[in-house]
Each structure stands twice: as structure tokens, then as C-alpha cells.
T-cell receptor
Framework: DAKTTQPPSMDCAEGRAANLPCNHS???????VYWYRQIHSQGPQYIIH???NNETNEMASLIITEDRKSSTLILPHATLRDTAVYYC??????????????FGRGTSLIVHP | EAGVTQSPTHLIKTRGQQATLRCSPI?????VYWYQQALGLGLQFLLW???????NRGNFPPRFSGRQFPNYSSELNVNALELEDSALYLC????????????FGPGTRLTVL
């Protein structure tokens, strides 16, 4: 699986958009970008994933650059409950080949009032 | 719908002992994944079971082992415990097929004294 690079920490004002970047310059053509978050002392929570098109769901939007070497997770209106560690991982889907998801250390997002 | 459950919540062992951790996936999910999260670190992939078979394992010694039962629940066994095995052990499950959003349990906190 490709490695990812994320800033160790970010902060955001409540109600504003939080934009979390992720670099994955060695991503392969069949690897997807997944985002999870982990609120303190809880198990990680799936947020969104994509291959090459931008994706949106009720939690967030995922913007993937055209060359697929980087992506941005957007929380459009951050709340205090969005304070968490956000993990960006890239990997093939099941059945697509070697499957060892690597979470790394993620970005610690702090949303302040 | 019940989520992924793990037991016990906390486990305290001494060096050299064995630990058994249990995971029940979401109903209908056939894949179970195990991760180790040491304090302050990201998630390290341990094992992946699908339809009762071990499909892949991360870079951990053989004293980390497990199995998946016919009802898709899973056990993680850690033999000859070492101090550095102290960590949060997370289990995740996903549905059959290539859809691969993983849903995590709350984890088991293992402390080795």
C-alpha cells in the first residue's frame, strides 16, 4: 500500500470549513483513498472514500487531485464534536491485491469555539 | 443494528502470560480485521480474516495469532506477552464482496505488567 503524509495537527474555528490535506504521491492506479477519524478513546469511524472522482456524503467531501497524488477532506461546517485524529489511507479494495492498510499517525484536528 | 463488539474492555496480564481477545462483527459481515494501537501511535495492521480463513497479516511475530469462527466472530491470541504489547487492540468488520468500509469496535485495552 502507498504511504501517506499528513500534517500532525491543525485547528479550525467552529462553524468554519476544515480542510485536511493528505499527500499520497506513490499511489497506484487501483488504490483508493479512504478517510477515517478517531475520537479520543473510541474506535476509528469510517468517513468517506474515493478513487479519482470527488465524493460527498453526509459527513464530508473528498477532493482528489487530477494526478491523484494528493487529496483533501473537507468538513464543511466543523463542530466541537469533530475534534479527532483524522487518518488518510490508500489501499486496494478487497480482492485487488496485497491488502495491508497502513493508518499512520494522522492529523489531530482541534475545533475551537 | 448492533455494531462491532469486543471483549473484554480491559485486560491486565503479566509478562510471559497469554491473552485472548474477542470480537463479534456486525451481523452479515464476513471479514474481521485486527489492529494494534500503542499509546501515541497510529493503527498497525495485525490480521485479516475472511470467511474463516486468514487472508493477510501485518509485520508482527508469530506469537500473535487468531482465528475466525463459523459465525464470523474472531479471537486474537497473544502468547508470551511482552511489556511492549501493552496497547489498544481494535477489531473491525466489513461486509462481503469488495465494499470495504471497515466498522470498528471500541477496542480492548491490554496492559502487560
Amino acid at each position: 500500500d502507498a504511504k501517506t503524509t499528513q500534517p500532525p495537527s491543525m485547528d479550525c474555528a467552529e462553524g468554519r470549513a476544515a480542510n485536511l490535506p493528505c499527500n499520497h504521491s506513490t499511489i497506484s492506479g487501483n488504490e483508493y483513498v479512504y478517510w477515517y477519524r478517531q475520537i479520543h478513546s473510541q474506535g476509528p469511524q469510517y468517513i468517506i472514500h474515493g478513487l479519482k472522482n470527488n465524493e460527498t456524503n453526509e459527513m464530508a467531501s473528498l477532493i482528489i487531485t487530477e494526478d491523484r497524488k494528493s487529496s483533501t477532506l473537507i468538513l464543511p461546517h466543523a463542530t466541537l464534536r469533530d475534534t479527532a485524529v483524522y487518518y488518510c489511507i490508500v489501499r486496494v479494495k478487497k480482492g485487488g491485491g496485497s491488502y495491508i492498510p497502513t493508518f499512520g499517525r494522522g492529523t489531530s484536528l482541534i475545533v475551537h469555539p | 443494528e448492533a455494531g462491532v463488539t469486543q471483549s473484554p474492555t480491559h485486560l491486565i496480564k503479566t509478562r510471559g502470560q497469554q491473552a485472548t481477545l474477542r470480537c463479534s462483527p456486525i451481523s452479515g459481515h464476513t471479514s474481521v480485521y485486527w489492529y494494534q494501537q500503542a499509546l501515541g501511535l497510529g493503527l498497525q495492521f495485525l490480521l485479516w480474516y475472511d470467511e474463516g480463513e486468514e487472508r493477510n497479516r501485518g509485520n508482527f511475530p508469530p506469537r500473535f495469532s487468531g482465528r475466525q469462527f463459523p459465525n464470523y466472530s474472531s479471537e486474537l491470541n497473544v502468547n508470551a506477552l511482552e511489556l511492549e504489547d501493552s496497547a489498544l487492540y481494535l477489531c473491525a468488520s466489513s461486509s462481503p464482496g469488495l465494499a470495504d468500509e471497515q466498522f470498528f469496535g471500541p477496542g480492548t485495552r491490554l496492559t502487560v505488567l
